[in-house]
Protein backbone atom coordinates (compact mmCIF):
# COMPACT_ATOMS: atom_id res chain seq x y z
CA UNK A 1 0.00 0.00 0.00
CA UNK A 2 3.12 2.26 0.57
CA UNK A 3 4.01 1.82 -3.13
CA UNK A 4 0.53 2.64 -4.42
CA UNK A 5 0.13 5.70 -2.18
CA UNK A 6 3.84 7.23 -3.39
CA UNK A 7 2.99 6.53 -7.03
CA UNK A 8 -0.10 8.40 -6.40
CA UNK A 9 1.62 11.30 -4.70
CA UNK A 10 4.07 11.19 -7.41
CA UNK A 11 1.63 11.34 -10.59
CA UNK A 12 -0.66 14.07 -8.62
CA UNK A 13 2.92 16.10 -7.97
CA UNK A 14 3.35 15.44 -11.37
CA UNK A 15 0.05 16.42 -12.42
CA UNK A 16 0.44 19.71 -10.48
CA UNK A 17 3.69 20.11 -11.87
CA UNK A 18 1.87 20.31 -15.33
CA UNK A 19 -0.23 22.65 -14.19
CA UNK A 20 1.89 25.03 -12.82
CA UNK A 21 4.18 24.87 -15.55
CA UNK A 22 2.04 26.85 -18.15
CA UNK A 23 1.24 29.44 -15.71
CA UNK A 24 4.80 30.34 -14.57
CA UNK A 25 5.40 29.95 -18.76
CA UNK A 26 2.32 32.99 -18.60
CA UNK A 27 3.67 35.21 -15.56
CA UNK A 28 7.41 34.83 -16.87
CA UNK A 29 6.15 35.91 -20.55
CA UNK A 30 4.24 39.04 -18.79
CA UNK A 31 7.18 39.59 -16.62
CA UNK A 32 9.19 39.54 -19.44
CA UNK A 33 6.89 40.50 -22.27
CA UNK A 34 5.00 43.78 -22.95
CA UNK A 35 1.72 43.96 -21.58
CA UNK A 36 -1.42 45.67 -24.12
CA UNK A 37 -1.10 49.05 -22.33
CA UNK A 38 3.08 49.35 -22.17
CA UNK A 39 2.51 48.65 -26.12
CA UNK A 40 0.31 51.66 -26.42
CA UNK A 41 2.14 53.87 -24.40
CA UNK A 42 5.32 53.11 -26.25
CA UNK A 43 3.96 53.68 -29.06
CA UNK A 44 1.50 56.81 -28.22
CA UNK A 45 5.20 58.48 -26.20
CA UNK A 46 5.15 61.41 -24.77
CA UNK A 47 2.29 63.71 -25.89
CA UNK A 48 2.35 67.61 -24.52
CA UNK A 49 -0.34 69.75 -25.59
CA UNK A 50 -1.99 73.22 -24.30
CA UNK A 51 -5.32 72.02 -22.29
CA UNK A 52 -7.86 74.50 -21.67
CA UNK A 53 -8.86 73.52 -17.98
CA UNK A 54 -10.81 77.17 -17.08
CA UNK A 55 -11.96 80.51 -18.06
CA UNK A 56 -10.34 83.09 -17.26
CA UNK A 57 -13.38 84.68 -15.89
CA UNK A 58 -13.72 81.82 -13.17
CA UNK A 59 -10.53 82.66 -10.48
CA UNK A 60 -9.74 86.72 -9.29
CA UNK A 61 -6.94 87.56 -7.38
CA UNK A 62 -5.75 85.54 -4.35
CA UNK A 63 -7.91 82.33 -5.46
CA UNK A 64 -6.71 79.02 -5.93
CA UNK A 65 -9.00 76.25 -8.43
CA UNK A 66 -8.38 72.69 -8.07
CA UNK A 67 -9.27 71.26 -11.65
CA UNK A 68 -8.07 67.21 -12.97
CA UNK A 69 -7.03 66.31 -16.34
CA UNK A 70 -6.38 63.60 -17.90
CA UNK A 71 -5.94 61.88 -14.00
CA UNK A 72 -3.88 64.74 -13.20
CA UNK A 73 -4.55 66.73 -10.59
CA UNK A 74 -3.81 70.94 -11.01
CA UNK A 75 -3.83 73.81 -9.49
CA UNK A 76 -4.66 77.21 -11.19
CA UNK A 77 -3.26 80.06 -9.32
CA UNK A 78 -4.18 83.79 -9.54
CA UNK A 79 -1.50 86.15 -7.28
CA UNK A 80 -2.70 88.84 -4.79
CA UNK A 81 -1.84 90.72 -8.84
CA UNK A 82 -3.92 89.01 -11.19
CA UNK A 83 -0.65 86.85 -12.79
CA UNK A 84 -1.93 82.75 -13.43
CA UNK A 85 0.35 79.90 -12.21
CA UNK A 86 -0.62 76.59 -12.78
CA UNK A 87 1.35 74.19 -10.18
CA UNK A 88 0.42 70.68 -9.11
CA UNK A 89 -2.09 70.60 -6.40
CA UNK A 90 -0.58 67.78 -4.42
CA UNK A 91 1.88 69.30 -1.59
CA UNK A 92 5.49 67.30 -1.88
CA UNK A 93 5.33 66.68 1.67
CA UNK A 94 2.65 64.48 2.55
CA UNK A 95 0.68 64.85 -0.69
CA UNK A 96 -2.22 66.71 0.67
CA UNK A 97 -4.26 69.01 -2.00
CA UNK A 98 -3.19 72.72 -1.98
CA UNK A 99 -6.34 74.05 -2.74
CA UNK A 100 -7.51 74.80 0.25
CA UNK A 101 -4.03 76.89 0.80
CA UNK A 102 -3.17 80.60 0.58
CA UNK A 103 -0.99 82.96 -1.26
CA UNK A 104 0.94 85.15 1.24
CA UNK A 105 1.58 88.40 0.44
CA UNK A 106 4.89 87.83 -1.12
CA UNK A 107 3.16 86.19 -4.18
CA UNK A 108 4.31 82.30 -2.26
CA UNK A 109 1.79 79.52 -2.36
CA UNK A 110 1.35 78.33 1.08
CA UNK A 111 -0.05 74.57 2.30
CA UNK A 112 -2.80 74.58 4.26
CA UNK A 113 -1.16 71.53 6.68
CA UNK A 114 2.17 72.70 7.52
CA UNK A 115 2.57 75.77 5.81
CA UNK A 116 5.23 75.66 3.78
CA UNK A 117 5.66 77.88 0.94
CA UNK A 118 5.97 77.47 -2.47
CA UNK A 119 6.97 79.76 -5.38
CA UNK A 120 4.42 79.79 -8.32
CA UNK A 121 6.76 81.08 -10.93
CA UNK A 122 9.59 77.83 -10.49
CA UNK A 123 7.67 75.64 -7.49
CA UNK A 124 11.31 76.49 -5.32
CA UNK A 125 10.67 75.89 -1.44
CA UNK A 126 10.39 79.88 -0.47
CA UNK A 127 11.10 79.63 3.27
CA UNK A 128 11.59 77.07 5.91
CA UNK A 129 10.53 73.31 5.56
CA UNK A 130 7.15 71.81 7.69
CA UNK A 131 7.29 75.01 10.21
CA UNK A 132 4.16 74.13 11.23
CA UNK A 133 2.78 72.65 14.02
CA UNK A 134 5.00 74.53 16.22
CA UNK A 135 7.69 72.63 17.51
CA UNK A 136 6.17 68.79 16.06
CA UNK A 137 6.64 70.23 12.20
CA UNK A 138 10.16 71.24 12.15
CA UNK A 139 11.22 68.37 14.61
CA UNK A 140 8.66 65.06 13.67
CA UNK A 141 6.64 65.41 10.39
CA UNK A 142 9.86 67.37 8.65
CA UNK A 143 11.85 64.84 8.78
CA UNK A 144 9.34 62.24 7.23
CA UNK A 145 10.33 63.66 4.14
CA UNK A 146 13.06 65.91 2.97
CA UNK A 147 12.34 68.87 1.04
CA UNK A 148 10.90 69.19 -2.25
CA UNK A 149 10.09 71.60 -4.52
CA UNK A 150 6.72 71.94 -5.86
CA UNK A 151 5.89 70.77 -9.74
CA UNK A 152 4.76 73.67 -12.21
CA UNK A 153 3.67 74.20 -15.30
CA UNK A 154 3.43 76.47 -18.28
CA UNK A 155 0.01 78.38 -18.39
CA UNK A 156 -1.72 80.68 -21.39
CA UNK A 157 -4.57 82.65 -21.70
CA UNK A 158 -6.44 81.66 -25.17
CA UNK A 159 -9.79 82.97 -26.24
CA UNK A 160 -10.94 83.73 -22.61
CA UNK A 161 -9.62 80.11 -21.29
CA UNK A 162 -7.01 79.08 -19.07
CA UNK A 163 -4.99 77.14 -20.62
CA UNK A 164 -2.01 74.52 -19.26
CA UNK A 165 0.67 72.46 -21.49
CA UNK A 166 0.66 68.67 -19.62
CA UNK A 167 1.48 65.82 -21.07
CA UNK A 168 -1.72 64.04 -21.88
CA UNK A 169 -0.33 60.07 -21.84
CA UNK A 170 0.78 61.10 -18.52
CA UNK A 171 -1.81 58.69 -16.58
CA UNK A 172 -0.61 55.77 -19.33
CA UNK A 173 3.01 56.12 -18.51
CA UNK A 174 2.39 55.94 -15.16
CA UNK A 175 -0.05 52.54 -14.90
CA UNK A 176 2.23 51.43 -17.75
CA UNK A 177 4.58 50.24 -14.88
CA UNK A 178 2.44 49.06 -12.82
CA UNK A 179 3.03 44.51 -13.35
CA UNK A 180 0.15 42.64 -14.21
CA UNK A 181 -0.87 38.93 -13.32
CA UNK A 182 -2.44 36.79 -11.65
CA UNK A 183 -3.35 39.28 -9.00
CA UNK A 184 -2.58 42.48 -10.57
CA UNK A 185 -2.30 46.22 -9.81
CA UNK A 186 -4.31 47.14 -12.68
CA UNK A 187 -7.52 47.49 -11.04
CA UNK A 188 -10.13 50.41 -10.96
CA UNK A 189 -11.48 51.61 -7.95
CA UNK A 190 -14.81 50.88 -8.92
CA UNK A 191 -13.63 47.24 -8.83
CA UNK A 192 -13.39 46.75 -12.84
CA UNK A 193 -10.18 46.13 -14.69
CA UNK A 194 -8.50 47.91 -17.44
Not at 56 to 64: N, Q, Y
Not at 146 to 151: N, S, T, V, Y
Amino acid sequence: MKVSGVVCFMAAAGAANAFVAPAATRLGAVTRGESSLNMAVKKAGKKEEWVSVLKTSDIAPGELVGVTQDGQELLIAADLKGSIYATANICPHLGTPLDQGSINAAGALVCPLHKSAFSLEDGKLVGDWCPFPPVLGPLVLGRLEPAKDLAVFPVRASGGNIQVLINRNLKQEFESKYWTGLLDAQGKASGDYY
